[in-house]
């Protein structure tokens, strides 16, 4: 598993910027993003080849452990192999995912107030983070 961030402190207007590469044999990478790894605000799965989807974006929220309604984009700007840079940017009410030509958002359906907590696993190699 890959880099765990804690007290990032990020509210509304700011966001989180993370570079890095995905595997050549990428299955799929999850990127976390809540309070803690029990209370996802957003977990961001993309899926090239995993659960029966393939070059799917999956996300969803987890609320005390407990995984609520999945939600499928339906672009998938990843190669396997290639660099990728995700921008997660939080709103008053939800995140907006800016990731290579496309974004889309997704509620905050914790209603988190401050997201303190990332974290990485699976195909993805994280070569920086930065948050503003
Ligand atoms: C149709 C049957 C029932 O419905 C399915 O039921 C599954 C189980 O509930 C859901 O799947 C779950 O969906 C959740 C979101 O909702 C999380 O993504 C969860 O994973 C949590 C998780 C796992 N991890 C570790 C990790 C993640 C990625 C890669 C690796 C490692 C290596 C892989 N690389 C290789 N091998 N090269 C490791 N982190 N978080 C996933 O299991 C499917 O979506 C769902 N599908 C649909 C259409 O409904």
Redesign the pocket.
Known sequence: CGPVCTNLGLKPGQRLIVKGKI?P??????MNLGKDASNLGL?F?PRFD????VNTI?C?SKKVEE?GA?HRETVFPFQKGGAAEITFVVNQNDLTVHLPGHQFTFPNRLGLSVFDYFDT???FTVQSISWE
């Open positions: 595997a044999s990428a299955k799929s990478f999850v977990h799965n995993a659960h029966g989807d999956v969803n995984w999945e696993q699976g195909d």
